[in-house]
């Protein structure tokens, strides 16, 4: 009876600790990190208290940097370790990141408003958890250099993480801009057809397919 009881307590801290940080992470991303207080987190959440919240994570800083590990580590782990060589295997990591982006529509933003955060004493925590993120994109255009200068490749790189990131971290802007929702499952589809075409342009990946007679 212990043990399953200790599993069943388990759980509903794993439970508990998720909810705070889906809302946090959905908070984070409309305000960013002084636009947030620990009072609105609790307010969006089951706790019935902010000492509630304190016993899962001891202060605002704690919270917003685990959830940004959080996302920033499920990001990193979805690409393979490598740089993709066809275009199939181009679009499976595509639609790997796509289908979690559009399943998370605030991650994008929150990595958009950490990366821009100008709060000091932050500075330093975002830059190293956002080099993961760095160090697979180097991965992932290993192969740019054969169409594109080594000046130039880390334009390329900007411009590729816009182009998928940028989508859904400016999401209401391009409401705005386009009269639809972004975010419709028929808009995230036209994003990922125009995204893998896109892409394996940039990379060259579609020629070098061609050739092969994919």
């Given at each position: 009876?212990?043990p ?6 388990t759980e509903e ?5 998720d909810?705070?940080?889906d809302?946090?992470?959905?908070l ?8 947030v ?24 800083r704690?919270?917003?940097e ?15 370790p490598?740089?993709?060589g066809?275009?199939e295997e ?13 399943q998370h ?8 408003r ?13 830059g ?6 760095s160090s697979?994109?180097?991965?992932a255009l ?7 200068s080594?000046?130039e490749?880390?334009h ?12 859904f ?8 801009l386009i009269?639809?929702d972004?975010?419709?499952p028929?808009?995230?589809q ?9 892409v394996a342009?940039?990379l060259?990946?579609s020629s ?7």
């Open positions: 009876m212990k399953a009881a200790a599993t069943r307590a801290r794993r439970s508990t600790r909810d705070i940080m809302a946090a992470e959905w984070f991303a409309e305000h960013g990190f002084a636009g207080s620990m009072r609105d987190i609790v307010a969006e959440t089951s706790l019935k208290n902010q000492a509630s919240l304190y016993h899962h994570f001891r202060n605002k704690h919270l917003y685990a959830v940004l590990a959080r996302g920033l580590q499920h990001v990193v782990g979805l690409p393979p490598r740089a993709a066809t275009v181009l679009n499976a990591n595509l639609d790997r990141l796509l289908d979690y982006l559009s529509p605030h991650l994008a933003r929150l990595i958009q950490a990366a821009l955060d100008d709060a000091g004493y932050l500075e330093t925590t975002v190293i958890l956002l080099r993961p993120v697979q994109g180097r991965r290993e192969g740019a250099g054969q169409i594109w080594a000046d490749v880390p390329l790189a900007a411009g590729l993480y816009n182009l998928i990131f940028g989508y971290a400016n999401a209401p802007a391009l409401r705005a009269n639809d972004p975010l419709s028929a808009a995230v036209r994003q990922r057809q125009f995204l893998k075409s896109a342009r940039l060259g990946i070098r397919s061609g050739d092969q007679g994919r």
